[in-house]
């Protein structure tokens, strides 16, 4: 009897340690892992300047040191967790990317900011996807950006208009 108590638990941990696995899919080349998004203003005043947030793990952060960017590299930053509701109203905004930014030859795209109109901050990673993974500074002028990208920048102020509510 006990070696079948012992069998049975065996087994039944032998398949639970399968089903966690079939489940974590955090090593698969190509998961999305993160989307940063936030504007900037840099004639601007006040802490709305710059706004950056990021959607990983079904989470929404928000970035507390609101660095202008370099249009160099990706800025430090530093998240804090929001509520879930927050998340709740931008989390669809990752299958709103536009699959046309992984083919961009440049990460500045337009003229951001250039006479204080400000621009869009947007970084995606996807695990082991160097070519689905990248940053972008993009113009909010619609004039000087493709319509596919001025969709995006509109969808991107509004899910910050959202969460500042």
Known sequence: MKSMVYSLLAGFMLVSGFSCYSNCDCDDTGQFEYLVFGHFYGECGGEGCVETFKIEYEQLFEDTLD?????????????IKLPAAKYELVKDLVDQFPEQLYSETDHVLG????????????????????????????????????????????????KIHLINQ
């Open 67 to 79: 660095q202008y960017p370099d249009f160099s590299q990706p800025p430090a930053r530093s998240f």
């Open 111 to 158: 003229q951001p900011d250039a006479g204080d109109w400000g621009g869009i901050y947007v970084e995606i990673k996807h695990v082991n996807d160097p070519a689905r993974s990248g940053f972008w500074l993009l113009d909010q002028m619609e004039s000087n950006m493709p319509q596919v990208y001025n969709d995006f920048v509109d969808q991107i102020n509004e």
